[in-house]
């Protein structure tokens, strides 16, 4: 509500520019829309090679809050009707397995959005599961002739292969003055091989010489702006509700509702275990000493190893298995 917004924030708070771009503008579902020329010849060869089903993902770039979502929907609303498609909240997706199963049931021509593909990656499992899932993507939707636009922070969180060859294009949204957004720069497939080879080590847009080279640069709208566009090209309020649900089932089972357990965590505990558990039962071993070899305490050695054992005693066969192969 506006009485709960502080003042100091309306004093700074952007006002949006009504005057648009001056570039192509559409009309896209009662929204009327508009993205540089520059852009417009971009999709429009992207149109033309997925349609001879060359590789179709987009990948959109830049630090939270600079726009590359909103950027995203305006051009994905424009494939939808160069393609005569519908582009709406059930082709925004979060999860991995959203993700897979949508490529495969959806028909020639649809468009999705991978928002936020990166979320959860500081987990190895789910790390895996994006890996899996981004595989499965970059195949089906070629064969199928689908559009893919994926939301990351930055290019190098995809791998080489997938950022430099399956890719078509990177768009990278900047902010120049740190608070201002709706303006990018878009690297073709000769620069952004350039661009991951050359910035990687230093995750960085620029070199020695300056910016690494892009193929142009633009601006875009606020598709979310009913100023601007009239009508939202997405709902926001059901779409950040459906961001929000993907948030709480990424530590979620979905079976029970429980935390995940991550198996790649579990399989080095248990081989921790397993170590702790010879070194005790058959060295003889005070804690101490496992401690000064493990690098820890030997209160921290004591911590993992009692209440490990206590939880996993239907393990102790397979340990024992084990410490005999080692033995002998």
Known sequence: MNEDIPKIFKKYALKPRL???????FMFNGSKLEICHKKKALLDETVRAVANKHDSVCVYTGYEGTGKTSDAFID???L????????????????????????????????????EAILGLDSADTLSSVSKALKKVFTVCRSRRQFVFLIIPNI??????????????????????????????VYGRKNKSVLY???????????????????????FIDPFNTDIVGKQVIDHKPYEEKKQKALEMLNKDTSDGKPKKNKYEMMYRKRCYYMMKFMREQLKYEYKFIGKLLGITSQAAQDFYRPYKESNKEDDQQASIIQRGILT
């Open 197 to 219: 080879n050359y910035g990687k080590k230093s995750y960085s847009y620029s070199g020695k010489k300056g910016l690494y080279t892009y193929d142009f640069e633009g601006r």
């Open 76 to 78: 994905a609303a424009y």
């Open 19 to 25: 005057n648009g771009i001056k570039g192509h503008t």
């Open 156 to 185: 190098w969180m995809l791998n080489k292969y997938f950022a430099t060859v399956r890719t078509r294009f990177i768009v990278h949204h900047i902010s120049p003055d740190g608070v201002d957004r709706g303006f990018y720069r």
């Open 80 to 115: 939808a009707s160069e393609c005569g498609m519908n582009f709406n909240l059930d082709q925004i997706h979060f999860l991995p397995e959203d993700i897979e199963k949508a490529v495969i049931t959806s028909p020639v021509g649809t468009v999705h959005v991978w928002d």
